[in-house]
């Protein structure tokens, strides 16, 4: 059984043993090992039944470990850094001689973040090595915004849950790349593209398989629930064609009067993106434990956070 507890120094210690441990971010829960040992980086993908070639997110504590870990660091990168962190920013950057191939999944880049998190950048602190952390889901899966998510999904083979409460942010961070230092958006997420471009300026978005050469991670189907999921326009109209199936909805501010349906789960009764993004997981992951024919979600307006609302939920229907 799985120990979920607070107790930071206990995580530290079993991390030092090369054990694993899942930690709360503001973003969702990360499964975390020490980055340089082999035996810790192995686990985490044989946990996760995640393949090799699909590299890991870097957790460290300042940003003057970065160059430790990064070189020939882009100047909009530092930008972002100064910016955004701590916070739900990744950026792929070259790497040192120092990051293991495991890692990395032998690329050259290295994915890296100061999460902003207190228990996070605490347990961080305690230690003198980074924490490779992917979300703590089974390949595939939905990520975890809570500690018990995660004690559910690993409950034989993990020994410990550091609990940090609910994720803030409630879906992954926003990941950006750097091709001839001009800045890429492999993965939309936490931090807006409106957000970013204020910063930086225009960004590309390369955040499809098919035009993502350089971020393996990128696959059409991912985050989904084991239960049948669709991703519609018109609820209403949508649903009107299945009478007789048990069905959960999605929706992101209003119940659907009169609806002959199971469940509604509503994700922000004021209508804001950021509280929606926030309540996605969690409402995402108590609809498939409803054992329902089929899961109906709302597309979101397709700007600011809706866009990476709207990016999980077509990842999460995908066949
Ligand atoms: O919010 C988050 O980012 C969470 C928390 C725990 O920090 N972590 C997370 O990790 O979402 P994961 O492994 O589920 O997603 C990491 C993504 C993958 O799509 C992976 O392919 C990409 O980052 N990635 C990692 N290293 C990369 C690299 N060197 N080049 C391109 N993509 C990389
Ligand atoms: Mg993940």
Known sequence: ???????????????????????????????AGNIYSEKAIKAIFEMKQRPFFNPLIVHIKSIEQLDELAKDIPKKARLLADKFWPGPLTMV??????????????????????????????????????LAAPSANPFGAISPTNALHVAEYFSEKLQMVLDGGDCQNGIESTIIGFENEEPILYRLGSISVEDIEEVIGKI???NKKENAPDAPGMLSRHYAPATTTFLESDVAQFIRGFPDEKIGLLLFKERIENATVFHQEILSKKGDLKEATSHLYAAMHRLDKMDLDMIVAERFPDFELGKSINDRLERATKK
């Open 204 to 206: 590309q978005i390369k």
């Open 93 to 130: 950057l070259k790497k040192q001689e120092a990051v293991p191939d495991l890692v990395t999944a032998g690329k050259d880049s290295v994915a890296i973040r100061i999460p902003n998190h207190a228990t996070a950048l605490a347990l961080l602190e305690a230690l003198d090595f980074p």
């Open 1 to 31: 059984m799985t120990m979920v507890s607070k107790d930071i120094s206990k995580a530290a210690k079993i991390l030092v043993q090369e054990d694993l441990v899942a930690i709360p971010t503001e973003t969702v829960y990360g499964l």
